[in-house]
């Protein structure tokens, strides 16, 4: 099993800046992608959106809403992913959620942690 964990959430004027964590424990080798999705409020409850991506092998990529302004990492030694957020807008408003996608035979199994609010103010 993967257990993901979130942080770094919070509450942020426009333009302001974020760096969201998170910790996978377990087994990460099962991780061949590692991605941020995001559920905005109003949107149907069940959707989220991936935001950004990366790869075991460091390919990344984003949304085109978050292109130049957010950026995704990953630190092999420590099991973490980051999502820097920066020029933030109202619009990113919304849950944020890590997510392990590990490919197998019939298609990808996802492992999904518990969420962190980010709240962005006019």
């Known amino acids: 099993q993967v257990q993901l964990v979130e942080s770094g959430g919070g509450l942020v004027q426009a333009g302001g800046s974020l760096r969201l964590s998170c910790t996978v424990s377990?087994?990460?080798?099962?991780?061949?992608?590692m991605n941020w999705y995001r559920r905005t409020p109003g949107k149907q409850r069940d959707r989220r959106d991936q935001v950004a991506g990366i790869t075991s092998g460091g390919s990344t990529n984003y949304a085109d809403s978050v292109k130049g302004r957010f950026a995704i990492s990953r630190d092999n030694a420590n099991d973490t992913v980051y999502l820097q957020m920066n020029s933030l807008k109202p619009e990113d408003t919304a849950v944020y959620y890590c997510?392990?996608?590990?490919?197998?035979?019939?298609?990808?199994?996802?492992?999904w942690g518990q969420g962190t609010q980010v709240t962005v103010s006019s």
């Open positions: 997510n392990c996608a590990e490919i197998l035979g019939w298609g990808h199994k996802h492992y």
């Open positions: 377990g087994a990460i080798f099962r991780c061949n992608t």
